[in-house]
Each structure stands twice: as C-alpha cells, then as structure tokens.
C-alpha cells in the first residue's frame, strides 16, 4: 500500500510560505534540509486547519510528514479520517486561502462592511471561534445588529465533510456563515456545486457584486414558476443585493434573501387551485357537451314525432328504438323539451287529442304507450276538462273505446265526470254496466298487464263483483234471476270456479243459491262440475289480490 500524508501542507511562519510536505520531502536530500530547518529553528511550522504547531516527523518506513504536537487539541485533519480525494481538495483549500484573490476578496468585504451602519467588530482572518477543543477561524468576522456573521470565501472545490463541517460548526455558535463562491457555477454538475446547492434549505448562493463599491453581493436563488399547461418549473436567478435585504433563519442559522421552499409551496397550492380550477372548467365543459348533445337528439326527436304528425304515419318503431337508447339525463331533457310543455296552459296531450284526426290515432297510440314520455293523463284542460272528455268531444277519432283503455294504462284515474262518455259510447244496459264497473277498478291498478287482465277477464269480474253487491250487474239476467246467473258461472267459467266459489260463499251468496235452487239446477251443475273437475286456471291471482284482498285468506284448490 502506498504511503498517504494526511496533512499535506503547512504553513510557514517565518517565510509566509506554503509548504508541500509532497515537494519538500519529495528525496531524502530534500527532507533532511527541512528537517534540519525545523530543528534549527529556521522554519515554524503551522497547521493550516487549526493553527496549531506542527513537527517534523518519521514514520516507522523512514517516511518524513508533518505531525501535530503530542498534546495539540483537536483539528479535523489530526482526528478525521479522510480518503485521499478529500485530503487533496483540502490541500487546494488552504493554498487557495493564501492565493492574492483570496486576500483581495477578504479586503474587500472587511472594507465595505466598514460602511454599513449597524456593522460592528470586523475581524479579517485573525478571530478564532473556539468550541471545547474545535476552533475555526474564518475569512471575514463581523457583528451585523446583533447578529455574528462569517464570510468564508471559497475559491477551489470543497469536500461534503469539509461544507458540513464549516456549517454545523458555525451553527452551534450561533453564527451565520455566508460562502462567498467566487467561482461557483449554479449550473454546474461538478460534486462541489451539487453538494453545496442542496446542502441549503433556501438554496440562495453568494458572490461578492465588484461592479460597486459598497457592499453587494449578487445573490443566485432558485425561483419557482408556472407555465402551460400548469407545469411547475424552476429557474436561477441573479440579483445584486445589499446586507439590509438578507433575512435569518433562527433556527438552520442561515442567511437568506429569496425563500425558495415558501415560494415552492405557494406556487404549488397556485398550481393546485389551477387543476381544482380547471377540473371544474373541465367538468363544466364537459357538462355543456352532454347538454348539447342530449339537446340535439331531443330535437331530432321532436322534429321526427312532428314529421310523423304530419305524415299520419303509422310507423312508429324507429323512433321508439331511439327513445329507448336514450340515457336518463338524455330523456329528462327531451321531457323538459318545449315541444312537450303546456301552450297557454293547455296541456299537450289536450292539444293532440283535441286536433287529432282519423289516421292520427297510431301518434296518439305510440304517445300513450311509450312510458319514457312523461305525459300526465290525469291534467286537465285550460277549459277544466278530463282527458276523456277531450276525447269524446274530438268527432274525428274512431277509435275512441281503444283510446280510452291506453289512457287508463297510462295511470288515468277515472271519476264520476266521466261516466256520462261511457253512458254515451255503449248502448246496451249490461254494456254500461260492465264497462263503468271495470273502469273504477283500474283506478285500483298500476299495470298495463293487470288492466289488460281485467277488461279480458269482464264477465269473471262482473260475476265476483254481482256476488260482492248481491246485485247481478254486467249480464242481461233479471235481477231475480240468481239461479240463471249461478248456472251460467258454472258452465262458462269452469276453469276459474274456484275464485267463483270462494267469492259466492264469502259474501252469503252460496246460502242464497241454495235456498232459491227449488229445481235442483244449480246443484246438479256443480256436481257435474266437480264429477268432471276440469282443470283450473289461476293466472287472476294477482288480480284479485289486489281488487278482493278480503278473498285472500279463503280456502279453495290452487
């Protein structure tokens, strides 16, 4: 293994100079002479770190260096162990304190501090900082209102050991170190210029401003800022700036001009509030596109329905297909579209069923049918009439009756003001009577399929209902005629005599029968019913469920 001086220079009192322990003890002739210098007193050697007297020493291989005194106090190069790269880079750094441009910056800030008011006991390169065996002494020593600070000036690289070691030092001691980089590169990738730029909370780098002659330092900070497309970047900046505009951390003891890490936040909430901002634009933009486009199929809608009007079409499927593709939002505005508001407070299912004619009737049809259409059957007219008088009063339309019955599955509630339309539309007694009784019911249901259930099964209706009344209603028997009522139950409604019989004992009718049945009819119809038993349909279940609850809970084969 080689052989690696740890302190490879040292100063010379006597002379002022410089000594390369690599050049002055480079042969053993060379060494000699120093060393007898030494012993004669002729050169009075110093070390350039802590100041602290050196000896001219051997090693156990007859290598000669430089040597701290046996009792010497601490010194980072006596009691740290650093690789040769750091002992070379500190080397430069002693040679470089010693170099004219090293003097001549030290001058120069110990002068024009002089002149700010507020500075006080200025020391240039002769103020030890002691702390329990450490000292440092720094370039440029001053008292700025009530504040120590110390200006290091740095000329050539500096290890990451030596910058933290300078900084926690100064640190302890209360006092603001300020590295005046004279030849710093904040662009730079070199270890020095990245090690010292994040080594920084505020990231501020200093020169000495020699474009005046007042004190200035041109102070490179990172400044924060937003561009296109709210992308967050970064820049340097240079700024001539006087000691009055330098702020102190009490905390990291460092000096600042520009607050990087504050600007940083700040222009990421900025930048924050812009995507929460433009996120809302966005969600607004794109609100007002699903509204166009919602509007323009609506409209393409209405003008289709308009044409089909027109035509008397009785196509209606396309656009059936259409409206069922449609989404919620998008058929919430086609309702809320002018084409299906009131005109003069008149209801549009008032105006088409007042000014249909005759081969209008599939529009009316396909409005009434199609659920997706919010159309209230139940409103009246601006003259205060129920759909159903609309419709009977419009002498065009021929299918009145069929008419009607959509209206009813549409969720039309039929009252008294309408009986006279049914009184009108029917002729015979049994018709009236049928047809206003299943006309009430369907006040009772919220189906199309039900509703449908109930005017196809009329007569089984007419009959539970007679049973219900102890009056026959909906057949052309006389009101005496009990036994011919009952007979006919048996033999036309075979398959749903079981709902038949339930609903005839349940309401006392059963007993009746039986009592009136002087011939036997009656009971020779049921036995024979029962001898043959066809088989029995219940698919009125839910029917009657609904209209005869009372009947639910009776006994019957199901």
């Avoid at 910056?105 to 500075?119: F, P």
């Avoid at 600042?256 to 900025?270: N, P, S």
Wanted: proline share 2%; net charge positive.
């Amino acid at each position: 293994m080689s052989f690696e001086r740890t302190i490879k220079v040292a100063f010379d009192k006597i002379s002022g100079e410089i000594l390369e322990a690599n050049e002055v003890f480079e042969t053993a002739k060379s060494g000699f002479e120093v060393r007898k210098q030494f012993h004669k007193d002729e050169v009075e050697l110093y070390c350039c770190e802590c100041t602290q007297k050196l000896n001219v020493s051997t090693s156990k291989n007859d290598r000669l260096h430089f040597k701290h005194q046996p009792k010497a106090k601490y010194c980072l190069l006596k009691d740290s162990k650093f690789s040769p790269k750091e002992t070379d880079e500190l080397t430069k750094i002693y040679k470089s304190k010693e170099s004219d441009r090293h003097k001549e910056l030290k001058n120069k800030i110990a002068q024009r501090i002089s002149k700010i008011k507020g500075v006080s006991s200025i020391n240039v390169d002769d103020k030890f900082i002691i702390n329990d065996n450490e000292k440092r002494k720094p370039d440029v020593f001053c008292e700025y209102k009530g504040k120590k600070l110390v200006f290091e000036i740095q000329l050539s690289d500096l290890s990451l050991r030596y910058i933290i070691s300078r900084y926690e030092f100064y640190k302890r001691n209360g006092m603001y170190l300020i590295w005046i980089l004279d030849n710093f590169d904040v662009q730079g990738q070199n270890q020095t210029e990245r090690d010292i730029k994040y080594l920084t909370e505020y990231q501020n780098f200093y020169k000495l401003d020699e474009n005046t002659n007042d004190f200035r330092l041109l102070c490179t900070y990172k400044f924060p800022f937003l561009v296109e497309n709210n992308k967050l970047l970064t820049k340097w900046i240079e700024k001539s700036i006087s000691l009055s505009q330098l702020k102190f951390d009490k905390e990291l003891y460092q000096a600042y001009y520009f607050d990087f890490k504050k600007k940083l936040e700040l222009k990421e909430k900025e930048r924050l509030n812009n995507i929460k901002k433009e996120g809302k634009a966005e969600a607004e933009r794109k609100k007002a596109r699903k509204l166009n486009k919602a509007k323009e199929k609506a409209e393409e809608i209405i003008d289709d329905l308009r044409y089909l009007w027109k035509t008397e079409s009785f196509y209606f499927k396309p656009i059936k297909d259409r409206i069922f593709e449609l989404n919620e939002f998008e058929l919430k505005i086609l309702n809320e579209s002018k084409a299906f508001k009131e005109e003069e407070n008149q209801p549009k299912i008032h105006k088409w069923f007042s000014i249909a004619k005759r081969n209008n009737y599939h529009f009316l049809e396909f409005m009434l049918d199609c659920q997706y259409l919010d159309i209230d059957v139940n409103k009246k007219s601006k003259e205060q009439k129920s759909l159903f008088q609309t419709l009977f009063e419009n002498k065009e339309l021929e299918h009145g009756k069929y008419l009607s019955r959509l209206i009813l599955k549409r969720g039309y509630v039929f009252t008294k003001t309408d009986e006279p339309i049914i009184q009108n539309w029917y002729s015979t007694e049994k018709e009236k009577q049928s047809e206003l009784l299943l006309h009430y019911l369907s006040n009772k249901l919220n189906s199309k399929y039900l509703i449908d259930k109930l005017f196809e099964h009329r007569n089984l209706i007419c009959t539970i209902e007679s049973a219900k009344r102890n009056e026959i209603i909906g057949f052309g028997f006389k009101p005496n005629q009990w036994i011919a009522f009952a007979n006919n139950a048996v033999h036309s409604y075979k398959e749903y005599w079981d709902y038949i019989e339930i609903a005839f004992k349940h309401y006392g009718i059963w007993d009746k029968l039986i009592e009136l049945d002087k011939k036997g009819t009656f009971n020779k119809k049921v036995t024979a019913f029962y001898e043959e038993r066809p088989k029995a349909k219940f698919d009125c279940d839910l029917l009657f469920q609904i209209l005869y609850p009372e009947l639910n809970n009776e006994n019957y084969c199901g």
